[in-house]
């Protein structure tokens, strides 16, 4: 399934298309997509409100108005299928099969580690629960955190890493070592991974 022109319409992801290969004006674009230039400033506003198209400045043109040029913003990038999934999955089973399973999760974990020592971490454990699920959600998770009894429990509905965790439920280990090291807690792993992959993690309170 082209995932994109479900979500956005296949006008639009053909816009896109053409802004991820260069800068374009509204002209350009028209000419492109055989529409008229108020049927492009439409899509660009509505796409611009969505934060995935940016203004790139302007154009100056010979004996002409100066004509304003738009870009692919970063989070329009993210709109395209990635090879992600086909690469870290592949580097997965290469690990399990030539050192075994407990060394690719040792990797992972390695690699989690890693994401998260870059992270602003508070002083005070709530102030670094907050900042785990951040993270999370920097890589494209939607976590939300709750408060339960016996410490937190961050909550996914959905999994930055959904493409990979079905087959791959190893790499689970990077998410769970991200947040052991934002948080300093003990951490247990409960990610639901079915056919709609949602991360959770329990962290232990005080």
């Known amino acids: 399934m082209n995932w ?3 979500l956005i319409g296949e006008t639009q992801v053909k816009l896109l298309s053409l802004l991820r290969r260069s800068h ?3 002209r350009g674009l028209a000419g492109e997509l ?3 230039d108020n049927a492009v400033r439409t899509h660009i506003a509505m796409l611009g409100r969505d934060g995935i198209v940016e203004d790139a400045g302007v154009q100056r043109q010979t004996g002409g108005k100066p004509a304003r040029v738009y870009a692919l913003s970063r989070e329009g990038e993210e709109l395209f ?3 992600y999934a086909l690469v870290l999955g592949g580097l997965v089973e290469e690990i399990a099969r030539e050192d075994g399973p407990a060394r690719a999760i040792e990797l992972l974990r390695a ?3 890693r994401a998260a ?3 602003a971490a508070p002083s005070d454990v709530e102030g670094r629960v907050a900042a785990a699920a951040g993270v999370l959600r920097g890589l494209g998770g939607d976590v939300e955190v709750q408060r339960v009894q016996d410490g937190w429990r961050l909550q996914g509905y959905g999994c930055p890493f959904s493409a990979v965790t079905v087959e791959h439920p190893e790499v689970c280990a990077l998410a769970k070592a991200l947040v052991e090291e934002i948080t300093g807690r003990r951490v247990v792993e409960c990610c639901d991974r079915t056919d709609r992959p949602r991360c959770a993690f329990q962290i232990a309170g005080d």
């Open 111 to 113: 690699v989690g580690r």
């Open 24 to 26: 374009q004006t509204i």
């Open 81 to 83: 299928p990635k090879a």
């Open 34 to 36: 055989r529409l008229t």
């Open 4 to 6: 994109p022109e479900k």
């Open 117 to 119: 020592s870059g992270a």
